[in-house]
């Protein structure tokens, strides 16, 4: 695993966008071999969004043979909500970039059968061939999409229930109002993540600090979801100097060292 440590939000977001644009260029995607990229919603990869959309505008990407697959998104709003992730994902990504909306994939909160939307969610992302780049961002507690600590680390895409914490900090798009805050989400798994060729995951702030700590310097745990890093043979957290902040002195210097080295 390898550990990348940024200035601030800026630059974080600056290095993000100019890897994943690195690796579609190289890909040298065609419809019959898409670049599947994996995306998240909230508000770290907003700056990750607008670099993108950048780098598209300034003609030095495409995403027209790029497949997206988005980590979650709540039970019971529909596509037009405000606070759903579809939305957030037109208004501040695609609707900006040359992607086809068919190789746009979602999870739908609404569907009348979840546990099909999910099996089916899962078997699409294997007919594509699986996830090339998963990026992702961290809850405060170390959940990764919407897998709440105590999540299996081998579950796949499913009906999750939201943990009081998630639903009070993601209130802040809902009024202020955990009440308002869906209890139920769809999200892949911990495994669905897993399976990615490649994982990127993004923290900034000192609100991430704490889980950073317990993802990188403690154990694999389920209470953890973020540390199952660990276990991957090609992943990357990518975080801001803040975010850093409950680490050890040896822990940051070992890890900047194998960033000076080249090697992970
Ligand atoms: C939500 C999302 C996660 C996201 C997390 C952190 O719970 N389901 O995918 O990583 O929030 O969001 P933020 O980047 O706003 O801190």
């Not at 980590?71 to 957030?88: A, C």
């Not at 802040?172 to 769809?186: I, S, Y």
């Not at 990188?216 to 803040?242: F, N, R, Y």
Request: some cysteine; proline content about 3%.
């Amino acid at each position: 695993m390898r550990l990348v440590i940024q200035n601030d939000y800026d630059a974080v977001s600056q290095w993000a966008a100019a890897y994943i644009a690195k690796r579609i260029n190289a890909f040298c995607a065609t419809s019959d071999k898409p670049f599947v990229l994996g995306l998240p919603t909230g508000s770290s990869p907003l700056g990750i969004y607008k670099a993108l959309i950048g780098l598209y505008t300034a003609g030095k990407l495409s995403f027209s043979q790029v497949l997206t697959f988005n980590m979650d998104e709540y039970v019971g709003l529909d596509e037009t909500s405000p606070q759903s992730y579809h939305r957030f994902m037109w208004d501040n990504f695609f609707q900006h970039i040359d992607i086809d909306k068919n190789n746009v994939h979602i999870l739908n909160g609404m569907a009348q059968d979840l546990t099909a939307e999910c099996t089916g969610y899962e078997q699409r992302i294997a007919s594509c061939g699986g996830i090339e780049l998963f990026l992702g961002g961290m809850g405060e507690d170390g959940h990764i999409a919407f897998n709440e600590p105590g999540s299996s680390l081998r579950s796949r895409t499913r009906v999750k229930t939201l943990t009081r914490d998630t639903r009070l900090v993601n209130s802040r798009f809902f009024g202020n109002d955990p009440g308002k805050v869906p209890a139920t989400a769809l999200t892949v798994g911990v495994g669905t993540i897993m399976d990615s060729r490649e994982i990127l995951i993004i923290a900034s702030g000192r609100n991430k600090a704490r889980a950073l700590h317990t993802a990188i310097e403690e154990g694999v745990s389920h209470l953890c979801p973020l540390s199952c890093l660990q276990m991957h043979p090609k992943a990357i957290i990518l975080c801001d100097d803040d975010a850093t902040s409950e680490l050890k002195v040896s822990t940051m210097r070992y890890f900047k060292e194998l960033e000076g080295n080249g090697i992970s």
